[in-house]
């Protein structure tokens, strides 16, 4: 298990909401980030937007958390666009088929 930094970034412009990950996404993590973004994605008026660049590490928490966003933001029919993806991470969205349900705003 990698020992890299939790951090996040927010960045916000008017409704646009941009949340920079930076290192592991994982169980250590989870707690804080789920709590973090809770009413961030439960306010449908915001355009939310993650930024994975940072991202260096992401497991099945993780990843368990982003399907969780996806789900609340589309039954409330509010915009989410998951940018800059970085190579391993896309990998594995790509093999546990998440990569389907994640849209860029690019």
Known sequence: MSTNHFAVVTHQDGQ???IQ????????????FRSFMEPLVTDSTNQ????????????STGIGI???????????EAPFFVEHI???????????GISKFLTSSQ
């Open 16 to 18: 646009q909401i941009t």
């Open 21 to 32: 990950l930076q290192g592991d996404l994982d169980l250590a993590a989870s707690g804080e």
């Open 48 to 59: 939310l937007t993650l930024d994975l660049s940072k991202l260096t590490y992401i497991d």
């Open 66 to 76: 982003l399907i969780s966003i996806v789900k609340v933001r589309k039954a409330a």
């Open 86 to 96: 970085p190579s391993q991470v896309q990998k594995l969205f790509d093999m546990t």
